[in-house]
């Protein structure tokens, strides 16, 4: 099992920024990819972006692209989430998730930390 815990949530003014961490623990050998989700009020969850864990590569839902930047430090088996420009509808519960194996879901989610963008 990978145990997940996120921080760095909380009120900013649109235009602002904020960095998302993303700090994993226990079978972390055991990982393909990572990926930050958001939950939004009243909505399902859905993805933000996600990172390749032995490479470079990430992916960003078209919403976030431009705006957020994921990335990763191996040294602390922590993964970030660098969001700037932040918009009202970005508010959301920000979760994050690992990959266990190629073609398997994400999974193992954190308690998710709040990120709340007031106009």
């Known amino acids: 099992q990978v145990q997940l815990v996120e921080s760095g949530g909380g009120l900013v003014q649109a235009g602002g920024s904020l960095r998302l961490s993303c700090a994993a623990s226990g079978r972390t050998f055991a990982r393909v990819a990572m990926a930050w989700y958001r939950q939004a009020p009243g909505k399902g969850r859905t993805f933000v972006a996600a990172i390749n864990w032995d490479d470079d590569n990430v992916w960003y839902a078209e919403s976030v692209k431009g705006r957020f930047q994921i990335y990763k430090d191996l040294a602390k088996n922590t993964m970030y989430l660098q969001m700037n420009s932040l918009q009202v509808e970005d508010t959301a519960v920000y979760y994050c998730?690992?990959?266990?194996?190629?073609?398997?879901?994400?999974?193992?989610w954190g308690q998710g930390t709040q990120v709340t963008v007031s106009s």
């Open positions: 998730a690992v990959q266990p194996g190629v073609g398997l879901p994400f999974g193992s």
